[in-house]
């Protein structure tokens, strides 16, 4: 079955550093990958769509130069959290959607962010 | 977008049938019905989709109401390990707006021994 993976699981980070999460597609190509914000007791949002070759699109109220992301191939797309902040603590899920094959979504098991 | 509408929770008895309904009175011609669930700290996980006739799989079953304005997703045995929050969301078939899937609040689904 399609497989995403996302690293790290867990990151904790001080106040004014970047992070870098990673989500990819183990077993199959994807174009397409979602970033979505999730916090405590809330649902998904979604924060932008990660186009593979092209400029990521961002949801409005989504700081694209906060949250840069990078889909540089058909199987790995990167979220950069830049300057965290305190606010930013969050748990980040991606997800892919196949080339080809049912319109599903595999979502990733997500990365929770800590920032101090 | 076109929203669905949950109730907030549910609960059930293990080895239970539940059923979980959402509507979604403005669901467009070409939209699917997907159904997502959320175990706690983990990403959503894929339970079935449709578009209008009625979907089984070996995780669930979905009903689609004839006029599509409302589903249900059944769960023909609870089991512990079925306690999640479920999404009901409507996938656009296609433009700009494909595979993005906004999620609503979802139900929680809890599950007696």
């Known amino acids: 079955g399609a497989v995403v993976s996302q690293h790290p699981s867990r990151v904790i980070c001080k106040s004014g550093t970047s992070v870098k999460i990673e989500c990819r597609s183990l077993?199959?190509?994807?174009?397409?990958m979602f970033w979505y914000r999730q916090f405590p007791k809330q649902s998904l949002m979604l924060m932008a769509t990660?186009?593979?070759?092209?400029?990521?699109?961002?949801e409005q109220g989504v700081e694209k130069d906060k949250f840069l992301i990078n889909h540089a191939s058909l199987t790995l797309s990167t979220l950069t959290v830049t300057s965290a902040h305190p606010e930013d603590s969050s748990f980040y899920i991606c997800?892919?959607?196949?080339?080809?094959?049912?319109?599903?979504?595999?979502f990733g098991a997500g990365s929770r962010l800590t920032v101090l | 977008d076109a929203k669905t509408t949950q109730p907030n929770s549910m609960e059930s008895n293990e080895e239970e049938p539940v059923h979980l309904p959402c509507n979604h009175s403005?669901?467009?011609?070409?939209?699917?019905i997907h159904w997502y669930r959320q175990l706690p700290s983990q990403g959503p996980e894929y339970v079935i989709h449709?578009?209008?006739s009625n979907v089984n799989n070996r995780m669930a079953s979905l009903a689609i109401a004839e006029d599509r304005k409302s589903s249900t997703l059944i769960l023909h045995r609870a089991t512990l390990r079925d306690a999640a929050v479920y999404y009901c969301?409507?996938?656009?078939?296609?433009?700009?707006?494909?595979?993005?899937?906004?999620f609503g609040q979802g139900t929680i689904l809890t599950v007696h021994p």
């Open positions: 449709g578009l209008t």
């Open positions: 403005t669901i467009s011609g070409t939209d699917y």
């Open positions: 997800s892919a959607r196949r080339i080809s094959g049912a319109n599903v979504l595999t």
């Open positions: 969301i409507l996938w656009g078939a296609g433009g700009t707006s494909y595979g993005k899937l906004t």
């Open positions: 077993d199959f190509q994807a174009t397409t």
């Open positions: 990660s186009n593979e070759g092209s400029k990521a699109t961002y």
